[in-house]
C-alpha cells in the first residue's frame, strides 16, 4: 500500500504525512502551507491552482481576480492587462 501525503506535499515524511520533503505545484516553501505568487487557494479541494497569466496575485483564476499585477502589465488590480510592447 502507498504511502499518501497531506495534498499540500507533493513527496512527505515517511512517518508524519504532514511534513512536506517537496511542495505540490502551487505551493510554497518552507512549510508548504501559502500558495506561491502565480497561484490561489481553491478552497473547494485545498490545492493552488493557476492565476490568470496577468496577475502576480490573485483570489481566483479569472483576469478580473487580481491582487496584484504580473510583469509587463500596464494597470492596477483588479484586472490587470497585457503591457503590448512587451506581451500581446
Known sequence: MGHICNVKCQICDYFNANICINCNTGRAAPNCDVCADGFYLDTTDGLCKACDVTCKKC???????????????????????PNCSCAC
Open 59 to 81: 483570489v481566483n483564476g479569472t483576469a478580473s481576480g487580481c491582487t496584484e499585477c504580473g510583469l509587463n502589465t500596464n494597470s492596477t488590480p483588479p484586472i490587470c492587462t
